[in-house]
């Protein structure tokens, strides 16, 4: 089983830290966060989306790659992917990051999807996506570079059927998808095998996290004849929603042999306590399923 961590999950560590972190838990790939850090930031918390200390910059010089990949190689471990926030219709900001990933030697890159907000209509956001990818997959090709779309929630792509709408056009080979369960919690549940038979050959890459709902006013007596109202959020991964053994047992029907990387936002544990839970929670199940 090939485990890796998105370094999004991994906030409070430097490089060297989350390297070290990996390699104790045995978990062997590397997902780098690529995004810029504002100055003003700097001065904060570290935090999942803001004070990040394991990314790395879209523009990293020589210096930066340097130490990123000195930091991967000192604890053996492997760079697979670099995984920025891009906007659909950015081809220089893909083909700066495809180029990154080259330096550092990773074999995915996630691209960028239209988000959906009901102010445009879905078919418009489709072609224009569809055009990008058009770019994006003749840049994939170019840099040798598998570009990834993600099951995203508040995107055109929220479930397997509709990224595999949007991707079936392209090469598999260039362009795949992320399949992300945790995501589909929020929005774009479909039966997890079937979405997965679907993707077939774009099936790339699987996150591992988990999510739940709620009411808004819990141990409050529901009025049958008014709405309830829900919301979402972030669950350790054996607590949520997804069945993370049913969905390992249909990956390994479909015969995914691919990596595993963690994303838990759920604040459960330390950073360095997640990774070992997670490498050893992921382990436990696989030997179950065999």
Partial sequence: MKLSIFTVAAPDLTPEELCEAAAAAGIAGLEWRCKETPAELLQ????????????????????????????AAGYNRQTIAVTPYLACGDIEGTEQVLRLAKRLDASMVRVGVPGYDRSKP?????????????????????????????????TI????????????????DAVGVLYDPGNMVHEGFENYRMGMELLGPYLAHVHVKNAGWQSVSPGTTADHLNPVQWNSGWAPIANGIVPWKQVLRDLRAVGYDGWFGVEDFS???????????????????????E
């Fill in 44 to 71: 904060e918390k570290p935090s999942f989306w803001g004070n990040n200390q394991c990314t790395i910059s879209p523009n990293a010089g020589d210096a930066e790659i340097s130490r990123f990949r000195h930091a």
């Fill in 267 to 289: 604040g459960t544990f330390d950073t360095r306590t997640m990774l070992q839970a997670y490498a050893d929670q992921m382990n436990t199940w696989m030997e179950e399923i």
């Fill in 122 to 154: 879905y078919g418009e956001l489709f072609g224009q996506a569809v055009r990008y990818l058009k770019e994006v997959e003749r840049l994939a090709l170019e840099y040798g570079v598998k570009a990834l779309v993600e099951t995203h929630h508040q």
């Fill in 157 to 172: 792509a929220p479930s397997a059927s509709l990224a595999h709408r949007l991707v079936s056009a392209f090469n598999p």
